[in-house]
């Protein structure tokens, strides 16, 4: 991948990430933004790989975005007590972190994310 198509993946996952909390919760947080860009930078890596089903994309790129929640989670609102968000009250989640209605949220949003990563590389490499 080149370090332009990096550019261009992290600033539209950024800000995608941001609008879509904001659509959602009503806020968002800067660490969000970065959470998103670096999101569709694997995402766009995963979809580079052709012989991978959308499904399993899908499923990739839920488990991608649920690990990075995760870990900036633990990093924010655990280790810094940010407190950025919280999912203590939704049904199996992990340490207020994470939860599974999420990361169904995630698999069906990797859909349009997949689509963007394709038509990035469609518009870079028709140059």
Same mark, same amino acid.
């Given at each position: 991948m080149k370090f332009k198509e990096y550019l261009i993946c992290f600033g539209i996952g950024a800000f995608a990430y941001g609008l879509i909390e904001v659509a959602? $919760?009503?806020?968002?947080h800067w660490t969000m933004a970065l959470t998103g860009g670096v999101v569709l930078v694997i995402l766009n890596a995963v979809n580079k790989n052709k012989k991978?089903? +959308?499904?399993? $994309?899908?499923?990739?790129?839920?488990?991608?975005?649920?690990?990075?929640?995760?870990?900036? !989670?633990?990093?924010?609102?655990?280790?810094? !007590?940010?407190n950025v968000w919280d999912y203590s009250e939704k049904p199996l989640n992990l340490f207020?972190?994470?939860?599974?209605?999420?990361?169904? !949220?995630?698999?069906? +949003?990797?859909?349009?994310?997949?689509?963007?990563?394709?038509?990035?590389?469609? #518009?870079?490499?028709? #140059?």
């Open positions: 959602v $919760r009503g806020y968002t991978i089903g +959308l499904i399993s $994309r899908c499923l990739i790129g839920a488990a991608v975005i649920t690990g990075l929640e995760f870990t900036v !989670g633990m990093i924010v609102n655990v280790g810094l !007590g940010w207020g972190q994470i939860c599974p209605f999420f990361t169904v !949220g995630w698999f069906f +949003l990797s859909i349009p994310a997949y689509f963007i990563c394709s038509q990035i590389e469609k #518009r870079l490499s028709s #140059r």
